[in-house]
Nanobody, 124 residues
């Protein structure tokens, strides 16, 4: 079965850290650029970070720059989002998507695959 599965979400206190995983099954992730997005209740989906297929070029949204880091382990068919210094405003469902083209992965348009999301709650 071809799918992307996010994991690693949960409840964390402000200032804490989480590492989200985006694991692919049924296809090879290194053929795709990957984007992480989030959607908070009542808000539009927001791009968080994206990474290219093979050369590791990455971009990160200004709202999380310096706190979130995207990385990929093609050997494990997985992309990660390390989130540090979490704030209550980071609370959202986080999704990953896979696209053939880097810009598509960053913009969220033309994705080939989407995961179902993992909930991150930052609260004391």
């Amino acid at each position: 079965q071809v799918q992307l599965v996010e994991s690693g979400g949960g409840l964390v206190q402000p200032g804490g850290s989480l590492r989200l995983s985006c694991a692919a099954s049924g296809f090879t992730l290194d053929n795709y650029a990957i984007g992480w997005f989030r959607q908070a209740p009542g808000k539009e989906r927001e791009g968080v970070s994206c990474i290219s297929r093979s050369d590791g070029i990455a971009t990160t949204a200004g709202s999380v720059k310096g706190r979130f880091t995207i990385s990929r382990d093609n050997g494990k068919n997985t992309v990660y989002l390390q989130m540090n210094s979490l704030k209550p405003e980071d609370t959202a469902v986080y999704y990953c998507g896979a696209a053939r083209f880097f810009l598509s992965a960053c913009r969220g348009n033309g994705m080939d695959y989407w995961g179902k999301g993992t909930l991150v709650t930052v609260s004391s």
